[in-house]
DNA sequence: GTTAGTGGTTCATTATTTGATCCGTGTTAA
DNA sequence: TTAACACGGATCAAATAATGAACCACTAAC
């Protein structure tokens, strides 16, 4: 049911390992028949979600979504003055950062902004969905967001992704108790190995938690003389963008970041 | 004849002005029954594109169009810092700069870098179709871009927006002229009373304009002391975003723009 | 020259979309 | 208070559009 849904589904094939996607290939990712494949790329070619690149024949997302991107800053206006915000604390920290926003029931990647300091940096997909019990964001989101995601937690087996992932519901509550404290949540390598994750929620005006800001590091460069730097750099973002989105932080939340 | 692509279509009713439509507005504007209206809005909501106000029961565009334009990002490495090379630019000049991309026939505008010096500044609508006739942007593009545009120009009856606006196909073609000559061109309120624009164009690797690079001034602070550097500026981006689209200025293209 | 991959087309069958009409609600004006 | 109206949304028979197996043409590899 729904045709055009199924025609926008294609997209979700694309990623940063694959930007490009031909005919034969979005076939075998969708399951779909050819032919209705090669429709409902037609249909998003016309309107430019799409475009095919003529020597290859394989698609790419196409210009209409910087249309949209551009409509959507208009009616959310966050956004544009967050990836600012987002841009100036990147050159504070030298470490990449990223948004993502809690949307239906999973935590979205919306921003990404790419450290330019150093080679060895966290690159960042925009088109993923971030795991609630891996990421730093997800245990932040948890903690901070609205109380279906704890009270799902225990109905859904958890994904293990490395050996350091929660995956105990219980256990995972107990860490959440700790975020509710200190304000942030950490992750070293619990969603993949070598990459250690810091995040702060950003809260709406009902002071629920509506998305989160965070710093991606490296683990040849995660260390405690650098900690303090980027705890009161989350800090500061945390409030901001939080302003920035017209929320408001609960009263009951720390005024800094402590180890 | 494409259920996905009408869906899809619901979109192009969002603009500047009309950024959250409510479903009988939708049904107004597309001239399609309500019913149909809503399952297309409910296609784009699921899918993001969409998310309704739960409040006011209207629509705005969803956060999948963000995710979207990362992913495009990705694929056409160009805009992003082309982005930051026009901030750079509105620091210079201190005016409103936009990018536009020729998609299919139409110049499309693909990226609005808003002043923030002036309050009274020339606000541009990211959704926009340029008129190829009325905008520093359309001649330029006439002039460097493809040739099936000065074709196709006697065919169609030109819209007439304003007493300057030119809709002579003879006139047009000799603006056409100088303009390939001087390598930029201006439009004096010939599409919106009171806004001064000048453009230049942005070339593909086939030395053929892919887009254009336009400066838009209110009447106000449009003076001949100014004209210099808005050129400078303008040949500079004009020759930095050919780069970085990776493409080729034509060696008859002027090292500098003179008014 | 064969094979296996690719992108793309055809057309009868099938299932989905469509729109006139209806419903309940909130707002406005008499 | 009542009446009229516009709104978002739901229903269901009729009409239209989507579907997929088979097929074609082309390219690259062996």
Same mark, same amino acid.
């Given at each position: 049911?729904?045709?055009?849904?199924?025609?926008?589904? /294609?997209?979700?094939? @694309?990623?940063?390992?694959?930007?490009?996607?031909?005919? &034969? +290939? @979005?076939?075998?990712?969708? =399951?779909?028949?050819?032919?209705?494949? %090669?429709?409902?790329?037609?249909?998003?070619?016309?309107?430019? %979600?799409?475009?095919?690149?003529?020597?290859?024949?394989?698609? *790419?997302?196409?210009? *209409?979504?910087?249309?949209?991107?551009?409509?959507?800053?208009? *009616?959310?206006?966050?956004?544009?003055?967050?990836?600012?915000?987002?841009?100036?604390? /990147?050159?504070?920290?030298?470490?990449?950062?990223?948004?993502?926003?809690?949307?239906?029931?999973?935590? +979205?990647?919306?921003?990404?902004?790419?450290?330019?300091?150093?080679?060895?940096?966290?690159?960042?997909?925009?088109?993923?969905?971030?795991?609630?019990?891996?990421?730093?964001?997800?245990?932040?989101?948890?903690?901070?967001?609205?109380?279906?995601?704890?009270? !799902?937690?225990? +109905?859904?087996?958890?994904? !293990?992704?490395?050996?350091?992932?929660?995956?105990?519901?219980?256990? $995972?509550?107990?860490?959440?108790?700790? $975020?509710? +404290?200190?304000?942030?949540?950490?992750?070293?390598? &619990?969603?993949?190995? =070598?990459?250690?994750?810091?995040?702060? #929620?950003? @809260?709406? $005006?009902?002071?629920?938690?509506?998305?989160?800001?965070?710093?991606?590091? #490296?683990?040849?460069?995660? &260390?405690?003389?650098?900690?303090?730097?980027?705890?009161?750099?989350?800090?500061?973002?945390?409030?901001?963008?939080?302003? &920035?989105?017209? =929320?408001?932080? #609960?009263?009951?939340?720390?005024?800094? @970041?402590?180890?």
């Amino acid at each position: 049911m729904g045709t055009a849904l199924n025609a926008l589904k /294609m997209l979700n094939y @694309f990623s940063n390992a694959r930007p490009e996607i031909g005919l &034969s +290939q @979005f076939a075998r990712l969708s =399951g779909l028949n050819k032919a209705t494949a %090669l429709r409902h790329l037609r249909a998003l070619e016309e309107y430019g %979600l799409i475009e095919q690149n003529p020597m290859t024949r394989s698609y *790419a997302v196409g210009p *209409a979504a910087l249309r949209l991107a551009a409509l959507r800053q208009i *009616a959310r206006p966050g956004i544009e003055s967050a990836r600012q915000r987002m841009q100036v604390a /990147m050159q504070d920290v030298g470490e990449s950062l990223h948004l993502s926003l809690l949307e239906k029931d999973s935590l +979205q990647t919306a921003l990404v902004v790419e450290t330019n300091r150093h080679s060895v940096r966290v690159s960042l997909d925009p088109s993923e969905v971030l795991p609630i019990n891996a990421t730093a964001s997800g245990l932040c989101m948890l903690s901070f967001g609205p109380s279906f995601l704890l009270e !799902r937690l225990g +109905q859904e087996e958890q994904t !293990r992704y490395t050996d350091a992932t929660l995956t105990d519901p219980a256990e $995972i509550k107990e860490r959440v108790a700790t $975020i509710n +404290q200190t304000g942030w949540a950490n992750s070293n390598g &619990s969603y993949e190995n =070598g990459v250690y994750g810091y995040a702060a #929620p950003i @809260f709406g $005006i009902d002071q629920v938690a509506l998305g989160t800001i965070a710093i991606a590091v #490296p683990e040849g460069r995660a &260390s405690d003389e650098s900690l303090p730097e980027i705890l009161t750099t989350l800090h500061a973002l945390s409030t901001d963008l939080t302003a &920035s989105f017209g =929320g408001q932080l #609960p009263d009951t939340f720390p005024t800094e @970041f402590h180890p």
